[in-house]
C-alpha cells in the first residue's frame, strides 16, 4: 500500500472510530488481528523472545509494573529523535504528506471534541477520494 493510502487510512480510522464503544474497539481489534494472522503480517518471535514474554506476562499476573509499560513523562521521553529532525523531515515530505500529517495531528489532539458534521460538499470529497483509492 502506498504511503499516502496508509496515511489516509489512519486518518479515517481515527475519525471513524472516535465514538466508538468499548465493544465496537474490541471488534476493530479482532478484525485486525484475524486479517494478520490470515496475511501472516504478525512477526515470529525468537526462542529467547518468547521466554522474555512469559517472564513479562508472569510479573504482571503477579500484579507488578513494568517500567517499560508507564507511559507518563515528557514527550521528549518519547520521541525517537529529536524534535527538530521530526520537524525536518515532515518539511522535505511533499505539501499533501504534510497536510495528512498535520491534520492527523490535529485529530489526535482534539480526539475527545465532539466530532464535526461534514459538510455535503465533503462528504462528496470523501467518497470520490475512495474511488480513486479502489480505483473505481
Known sequence: MDRSTRLYVAQAIVERS?????????DLFEAMDAIERRHELI????????????????KLARGETLPELDLRGPIEDFLLESETSILNRLRAL??????HI???VARLIEIDAPPLR???????DLRRSLRDIKGE
Open 102 to 104: 498535520l491534520s492527523m
Open 18 to 26: 472516535r465514538d466508538y464503544t468499548k465493544e465496537a474497539f474490541n
Open 43 to 58: 512477526p515470529k518471535l525468537t526462542a529467547d523472545e518468547e521466554a522474555q514474554v512469559a517472564a513479562a506476562e508472569e
Open 94 to 99: 511533499p505539501q499533501e504528506e504534510q497536510d
Open 118 to 124: 461534514l459538510s455535503l460538499e465533503q462528504i462528496a
